[in-house]
């Protein structure tokens, strides 16, 4: 059975003041230690219900009798000198996230447990690390170093982990001595609603023990099974899955330094070696990358992932460098290393089966495999939405028959698609050049109601009209619009100096050009393409 | 001793000999348009390995794109066609329309389009298709002036030009000519339809195609007219009297097309 050997709640209760604060500027940034004065409290305060409360306090103020929950006024008068700070809930949410990039050096499945918790599914990967209680050592320290108060545990169930972390910091709970360690802990360390709390100490049930010695039949009556489950869990009996914030690559290689690494040929280098490396991992299982990712861990925390999307499986480590070197190249704010990568990593996130395709004397397939690697290279440099192939739509309405589709992934389906094709003998039908938006143009009356203008304004110039053929009758799709959508007669239309282009009329002048007394009103013309 | 001397003496040799077939004695090769004057005076048609640039006015957007479209057709050959676009031509002057395209005979299931947010980029990307041999054109349309587009960077299409073999086909909207490196450099206008009652059909698509830069011939104007069917230009079918005049026949400016080259 595969086990979440793991649970890492790594809290920031206390100490928040001046890092919510400091959080909206910067991703992780050590406390100002020097700043904050020890004798005076700080608090940050939140807005709730119309009343500034504590949001969280430092242990100066926690000392002065001061808690969470309590109003602002309150707190002043219990302690007349408080420094006081806003909450910034969204840079506290980046600074978790920040701090759950900097987690993904661990393992790759981190996932969140907001307001302030962390979760790392660290099954198989301690023994990198020299252990359990090595990492347990590595990350809390780190943490700490930053200025941010931490407090971590490891058990074989992440709610079990988490009610450790409540309490005491440190922790790590062997298989089957869940019970034990959680029992002597107060309720409120199972992190339930208040009203739940609450309740059971009323009840005269203090600790988990106290709890969990009751028939649980009769818990759930009172506190629903939502508590109970909850509470097996921590006990170890049963595991809730985590939810991981990005899902698992299915290669990952990675290079860790000593000594942090600044230079860009360093980096080149790096990134060069672990292509051969993971295309040999691949190769093994026959399979190619479809999306690859390379992740950049500063040594100060920050962290950068650059994402590269390929059109067909790559199975060569020349290709994926080359992709990176135009994605690096073609950024708009540079890799920046400050102090210095400690740790380079590449993955591959999506990856399918190579089909190995024998080279014959068909050029075609080689061609397209030219065209297709093209691709992938202009769109590593400026995004793969901006590389696109059109497909046909099913519609009669000119601006939507073509849809473009990134050329990266419908590639294949646009060489085979089913154009409708030109009547022989025909001159065009279909401007070359549409414009998205139809645009308004100025008529003065036509002379016959249903007819062609003389001439028209469009961009300021007035345009002659010498030569005409139409109309031709687009109605809407009435069984996809839920407003009314007017029938346009289109134009082809050639003025004076040979130009010729696409108008029409919104609308058809006896039927739908009239308002409520039944009265025409002047009908709105659009030129909507340009013919060669 | 001697051997060496010979040897050293047939790579000197070979390495005139390179200079020289990339200038003018190895003779390009080359499509036929189909408009017969053109192709005389082009000495058989559109240089492959080589850059051309179509110039036009703003208003003239639509007929620039169906001249280019055309040549991008006759040089392609059916083979994959890379359309690099500035984001701003397209708000300017319409996007590409598919059946557009395939209404004028040219199969819309071979086209790459990029939208290049700027200049730069346009200029890179149009840079790097050129290197992929698989292609049959890369058409890079830009609207307004732009100073990147100098003599270098037309200098650097050339070469990745003449090494893959693929044309590359520049459409400038709204822009007025520069100095560059380019095989032939077009004015485009569009040409009225043959005289005829108002209500009368009207035909293929026309062009008054100014050829003002020929770096192996002459110039000369042409109206020209675009069969979709066959897909290629001719002469316009029914056109009593010719509108634009009549090309002028300068002698061939090698001699003053070399000095060009060396002064930029």
């Given amino acids: ?532 | 001793m001697t051997s060496a001397r010979l040897s050293t003496l047939a790579s000197l040799r070979g390495r005139i000999e390179r200079i020289e077939t990339s200038n003018e004695a190895h003779p390009l090769p080359r499509i036929a348009l189909g408009h017969a004057g053109a192709d005389a005076m082009l000495k058989g048609g559109l240089a492959k390995a080589a850059v051309h640039e179509v110039f036009a006015e703003g208003h003239q957007g639509a007929s620039a794109t169906g001249f280019i479209a055309g040549l991008a057709g006759r040089l392609a050959a059916r083979k994959p066609l890379v359309w690099v676009r500035q984001d701003f031509s397209e708000t300017e002057s319409g996007a590409l329309s598919m059946n557009g395209l395939s209404e004028l005979g040219l199969d819309p299931r071979i086209l790459v389009t990029v939208r290049a947010a700027d200049i730069d980029n346009a200029l890179r990307t149009t840079a790097d298709a050129l290197a992929c041999d698989a292609l049959g054109a890369v058409i890079m349309e830009v609207w307004g002036e732009s100073k990147q587009l100098d003599l270098v960077a037309s200098r650097k299409l050339t070469l990745s030009a003449q090494s893959s073999g693929v044309p590359a086909l520049l459409l400038r909207l709204a822009a007025t000519p520069l100095p560059s490196t380019a095989e032939t450099r077009w004015i485009v206008r569009a040409a009225h339809s043959p005289p005829g009652a108002s209500w009368s059909a009207w035909g293929a698509p026309l062009f008054d195609a100014q050829l003002v830069r020929n770096r192996h011939g002459p110039v000369g104007r042409w109206i020209m007219e675009w069969k979709c069917d066959e897909c290629l230009f001719s002469e316009p079918s029914a056109y009593p009297q010719p509108v634009a005049a009549a090309p002028a026949h300068r002698s061939d400016q090698a001699a003053t097309g070399a000095k060009q080259r060396l002064a930029s």
């Avoid at chain 1, 950024?331 to 740790?343: A, E, T, Y």
């Fill in chain 1, 1 to 532: 059975m595969a086990m979440c050997k793991s649970g890492e709640g790594a809290q920031v209760p206390r100490e928040t003041a001046p890092l919510t604060r400091i959080a909206s500027n910067d991703a992780i940034r050590p406390l100002p230690m020097g700043e904050v004065k020890k004798e005076i409290p700080s608090v940050v305060v939140i807005k709730e219900h119309n009343a500034l409360v504590i949001h969280s306090l430092d242990d100066i103020a926690a000392r002065s009798g001061l808690s969470t929950g309590l109003p602002l006024a309150n707190a002043r008068a219990i302690c007349p000198e408080l420094t006081v700070y806003d909450a910034d809930e969204v840079a506290d949410a980046k600074t978790l996230n920040d701090i759950a990039d900097w987690c993904d050096r661990f393992t790759p499945l981190v996932a969140l447990d907001p307001p302030y918790g962390l979760f790392l599914d660290i099954t198989g990967c301690a023994h990198l690390f020299g252990g359990e209680h090595a990492m347990l050592q590595i990350i809390c320290s780190a943490l700490s170093r930053r200025g941010f108060a931490v407090s971590g545990a490891i058990a074989a169930t992440s709610v079990c982990a988490r009610t450790l972390t409540r309490h005491s910091s440190g922790r790590i709970i062997e298989d089957g001595a869940e019970v034990e360690a959680v029992s002597p802990l107060p309720i409120s360390a199972l992190g339930a609603d208040e009203t739940i709390t609450k309740g059971l100490r009323r009840a005269g049930l203090k600790t988990i023990g106290d709890v969990a010695a009751r028939a649980r039949h009769e818990i759930a009556a009172r506190f629903g099974a939502a508590f109970t489950t909850r509470l097996e869990h921590a006990l170890g009996q049963g595991d809730a899955p985590i939810s991981p914030r990005k899902p698992l690559p299915d290669y990952i290689v990675e290079k860790r330094f000593p000594e942090p690494v600044t230079t860009e040929p360093m980096i080149a280098l790096t990134l060069q070696n672990l292509a051969k490396m993971l295309v040999q991992a691949m190769d093994k299982q026959g399979k190619g990358a479809r999306k690859l990712e390379a992740g950049f861990f500063r040594t100060d925390g920050a962290v950068r992932t650059l994402a590269v999307e390929t059109g067909r499986a790559v199975t060569k480590p020349e290709v994926i460098d080359r992709l990176f070197r135009e994605r690096l190249d073609a950024l708009s704010d540079p890799l920046d290393p400050g102090f210095g990568f400690d740790l380079i990593r590449l993955s591959a996130g999506r990856t399918e089966i190579v089909v190995q395709q024998q080279r014959d004397l068909d050029a075609h397939v080689h061609d397209n495999d030219e065209l297709a690697a093209l691709i992938d290279r202009i769109a590593a440099r400026i995004g793969g939405k901006r590389v696109v192939v059109y497909l046909p739509e099913d519609t009669h309405i000119p601006e939507r028959a073509a849809l473009a589709a990134p050329a990266q992934h419908h590639l294949a389906a646009a060489s085979q698609a089913a154009w409708p094709a030109r009547a022989e003998g025909e001159p065009p039908l279909r401007p070359l050049r549409l414009f998205e938006r139809p645009e308004p143009i100025k008529v003065p009356f036509a002379t016959v109601p249903d007819g062609p203008p003389h001439r028209f304004t469009w961009r300021r110039a007035t345009h002659q009209v010498v030569r005409v053929e139409g109309p031709e009758r687009i109605a809407m799709e009435w069984w996809q619009q839920d407003g009314k959508v007017l029938t346009r007669d289109y134009f082809r239309v050639e003025d004076e100096q040979g130009l010729r282009f696409w108008i029409f009329r919104d609308g058809l002048y006896d039927s739908e050009l009239i308002d409520e007394d039944g009265k025409p009103i002047p009908a709105n013309w659009f030129v909507h393409g340009l013919f060669a």
